[in-house]
Structure formats: structure tokens, C-alpha cells
């Protein structure tokens, strides 16, 4: 089952990891990623988004997902990177919406230049694509109230599993806690309200981790959050 078990069954913790995969494609020039976006594999553009989570970070990022970084970086192009850099893949219902915006912003860009910005050699964009290796925990939780000891102890790869990849997994695109809890009908209403309005992408997984440790035992237990 892809989820949490629905309705008042248990909730089956899962983890993931994440293996890079090259896609060959690479553009050295503004105009080079137009015509890449325009076809790559929509798991590309979803790894250039949300794959920055599960790598390790040494320091806080400038920018929150692969383009924006190349076009400051490789492209030397900071208000293309400005505009990039505020996407947030949320927004949009799907990936192909978000490849369209990319596309606008993009070409919005090349017909401001007088010139095709282009990067050096050793500062390429190599489009990635992603796949997802899942590990079941074996662990069960029967009752919402669980979540509260539960959601502390989750790895950083569980958080990204249930509260993030599962959007493009549930039939209504919400995160597994909320599919599990809506079993219940409207019992968890508050509370599926507020994981509703947590932002799964500019925090780090660590924080999005003790931001829903604290909503969870706010909710069951009353605790100050």
C-alpha cells in the first residue's frame, strides 16, 4: 500500500533513499536549458527541486533548488537567480505546471539579454534524474496519539517519504499523516488544518521534523509548541 495504511489501520512507517541518476543532458548555456526543460523527464525537474533535501548540508543554502544555484553560479546571472530562486514547487498542481514556469521565467530572461549567457566549461548543468529506493520499518503505528513519540525518532528520509514525496503519491496530493488521518473523518479536523499549512519545501527536513514533533504533541498532549 503506498501510504500509511489508510483509515484505521496502522500507519507503516517507510524510509527512502535516493540514487542520482544522469541523464546525459547538459546545458552550457541559458538557451541550452530552455530546450532541455522543454523535454527532459518531469523526475528530472522534480530531483532539481526537492532532491537538494537529502543531500547532506554543510551550511545554509542560497538558494533552494538547482537552477537558481547554476544561474548565480555557473551563469553568473543573479536576477535570474533571484526570480528562480523564489519557485515554490508547492505552488503548482503538478510538474508540468512547474515546467512551464520555468520555461516563462527562462525565456523571460533570454529576451531581456542582449547576449546568451553561457558558463564555463567545468560549470555545466547536468540534468539528474532520481530513483527512490523504499525500506519498509517494519514499524506500526495504530493510533494518531502514537505520532507524538513516533515522529521525533523518524529519520530524515521517513520525514521526506510521508510529508513530501507522498504528494505525488495520494490521490488528493497531501502528505501520508493527513490521508491517514482523514480516516477518522472529521475527528483530527484541527489538526489535519494545521499540517496543511506547515511549507514542506524552504525548511530543512530536520526542521520540518521538530516543526511536526511539536504540532503533534501540541495537539495530543497540549504541550506549548
Same mark, same amino acid.
Given at each position: ?6 483509515a ?15 541523464t ?5 548555456n ?15 525537474i $522534480? ?5 537538494g ?9 542560497e ?28 505552488d503548482?498542481?503538478d510538474?508540468?505546471?512547474l515546467?512551464?514556469e ?10 531581456e ?24 520499518t ?13 515522529v ?6 521517513s520525514?521526506f $517519504? ?6 505525488r ?12 488521518l482523514q480516516?477518522?473523518g472529521?475527528?483530527h479536523?484541527k489538526?489535519?488544518?494545521?499540517l ?22 501540541? $495537539? ?6
Open positions: 500500500m503506498n501510504q500509511a495504511e489508510t484505521f489501520d496502522s500507519f507503516a512507517i517507510k524510509d527512502c533513499a535516493v540514487v542520482a541518476i544522469a546525459g543532458r547538459r546545458a552550457l541559458l538557451r541550452e536549458l530552455r530546450e532541455h526543460l522543454a523535454s527532459v523527464d518531469p523526475d528530472s $522534480y530531483h532539481h527541486f526537492w532532491g533535501l537529502l543531500r547532506p548540508r554543510f551550511d545554509d543554502p538558494f533552494n533548488n538547482d537552477f537558481a544555484a547554476w544561474a548565480y553560479r555557473g551563469l553568473n546571472e543573479g536576477k535570474l537567480a533571484e526570480r528562480l530562486g523564489v519557485i515554490d514547487p508547492t503548482f498542481p510538474l508540468e505546471d515546467r512551464r520555468l520555461i516563462d521565467i527562462v525565456e523571460e530572461r533570454l529576451e539579454s542582449d547576449v546568451v549567457p553561457w558558463a564555463p566549461h567545468d560549470r555545466q548543468f547536468n540534468f539528474i534524474t532520481t530513483h527512490m529506493v523504499v525500506f519498509d517494519h514499524k506500526r503505528l495504530k493510533d494518531p496519539k502514537e505520532l507524538v513519540v513516533a521525533p525518532h523518524l529519520s530524515l528520509g520525514i $517519504y510521508h510529508f513530501i514525496d507522498a504528494r503519491r495520494t490521490p488528493n496530493n497531501i502528505d501520508d499523516f493527513r490521508s491517514w480516516g477518522y472529521d475527528f479536523e489538526l489535519i488544518q494545521q496543511a499549512s506547515v511549507d514542506p519545501f524552504f525548511p530543512t527536513l530536520a526542521e520540518l521534523r521538530d516543526e511536526l514533533s511539536a504540532m503533534f504533541k501540541n $495537539y495530543f498532549e497540549g504541550a506549548p509548541s
